[in-house]
Nanobody
Framework: QVQLVESGGGLVQAGGSLRLSCVAS????????MGWYRHTPGKQRELVAV???????KYADSMLGRFTISRDNAKNTVYLQMNSPKPEDTGIYYC?????????WGKGTLVTVSS
């Protein structure tokens, strides 16, 4: 089992910046990819960004160039740096881990972007 705990959400002005963190615990040796998904009003949960254990990254097109995913393996933590967020980025951001093909999710952290 893997436990994921997100932090860093809150209220941010459009054009500002915010950094989300996700700490993994438990059977972390089996973690392959870690990443972020989000659930915004009126939409299904969607990919934000993901990073493989080898450091490869994938971003949703709308986040490319604004958001940056990074990972500190020594701290078992993955980050999402959100620069120039927009009001439409408001939503619940979930941390995700792929452990030998199994999906694990955090409980989510709310991000609200004001105009």
């Amino acid at each position: 089992q893997v436990q994921l705990v997100e932090s860093g959400g809150g209220l941010v002005q459009a054009g500002g910046s915010l950094r989300l963190s996700c700490v993994a615990s438990g059977s972390i040796s089996g973690i392959n990819a870690m990443g972020w998904y989000r659930h915004t009003p009126g939409k299904q949960r969607e990919l934000v960004a993901v990073m493989s254990s080898g450091g490869g990254t994938k971003y949703a097109d709308s986040m490319l160039g604004r958001f940056t995913i990074s990972r500190d393996n020594a701290k078992n933590t993955v980050y999402l740096q959100m620069n120039s967020p927009k009001p439409e980025d408001t939503g619940i951001y979930y941390c995700h881990a792929d452990v030998y093909g199994r999906d694990f999710w955090g409980k989510g952290t709310l991000v609200t972007v004001s105009s």
